[in-house]
Structure formats: C-alpha cells, structure tokens
C-alpha cells in the first residue's frame, strides 16, 4: 500500500522493481515507476479518485501510464499483456506511443512492437461457496469465447491481500477453493 492508498499485489514467481517511488507530502501524490520483470502485478492506483501524479509500469516490451485505475499487467516469453478492469490508462510499444486503453479491455503487446486491443471478458458468475467431502468449492457459469479461468483467493474484498492464484481450464466448472 503506497501513501496514496494505492495498492500493489503480486502473484507467487513475479519480479517486480521500483525505478522510481516518492510521495508528495500536501499534495498526497505518488509518483511511481515500476519494472514488472516477470510475471504479474494488479494495482489498484489512487482508490479514492484524489489523483495520482505518474504511476507507471514497465515491462521488457511496454510502458503503461495508469490514472485511477484497476489493471493487470503479465509478461511472459517477450509478450506484455495488459487488462485494464476500470479507470484509464495508456500504453507505449517500441513503435506506437501513447496509444489509449479503454475500461474493460485488453491490449497483447509483442516484442516487435506491434498490439492487439479487444473487450475483456465478463467474469463469471460464482454459486455461493459450500463446503464437500473435498473441502470447499464452488461452480461458475461458464462464459462464451474463455479460454481458461484466473482463480484469486484473498483475505480481502478488494483482492489486494492474495493468498492463493491459480487458473483452471474453461471447461471446469467446480472450482476448488
């Protein structure tokens, strides 16, 4: 959690380092560049809509400028994948600048530059959790077009305190917890 009340998470085997982090005192600004070198980051920046100063995210393939925003940043094997759940954000390849993400997309970035944006998915709708012979599960609506399912297990609503992440193949609709 930085002095702006954004928050930070990241998944087991992620590698994330702060090129850059100061907070304003009376202006309670962040200003904030990270280097997600591996794996993947969601952060939530400035909650409360004060503002943010700069908060960016690098990757070996990509810059995204994030403004109030609720993102997901992977990278993986040269390719950078952005999910921008709420807010606004931009991004920068090696050959395109300042090009803008809208809420509720994606953008796949490659090594050569070049990027693909599309909507994101719904999420799927999730049955009240019950408690099995197994331990506890719950069962998911399928959702057309998914390729896979992101599971998040956290302490917290807003899903900042992770403990446990893994996915599940589309095809599964019991998800244990």
Do not use: M
């Amino acid at each position: 959690r930085l002095e702006d009340q954004s928050t930070l998470s990241l998944p087991n085997n992620s590698q994330l380092a702060i090129q850059q982090l100061n907070a304003f005192e009376r202006a309670r600004l962040t200003d904030a560049i990270l280097e997600l070198q591996a794996g993947s980051v969601e952060s939530r920046v400035a909650p409360d809509h004060s503002g943010v100063g700069r908060f960016e995210i690098q990757t070996p393939v990509s810059v995204t400028g994030v403004r109030g925003t609720d993102l997901r940043i992977h990278t993986e094997s040269g390719t950078a994948k952005t999910e921008l759940l709420s807010g606004k954000a931009h991004f920068n390849t090696t050959t395109q600048y300042y090009q803008s993400l809208s809420a509720s997309h994606g953008v796949s970035i490659h090594s050569d530059g070049s990027s693909h944006v599309a909507p994101l998915l719904a999420a799927p709708a999730l049955s009240a959790a019950e408690q099995g012979s197994q331990g506890w599960h719950t069962i998911l609506q399928p959702v057309p077009k998914a390729d896979h399912y992101v599971v998040q297990i956290s302490l917290d609503p807003e899903g900042t305190q992770v403990v446990k992440r893994y996915e599940v193949p589309a095809d599964q609709t019991t998800i244990a917890l």
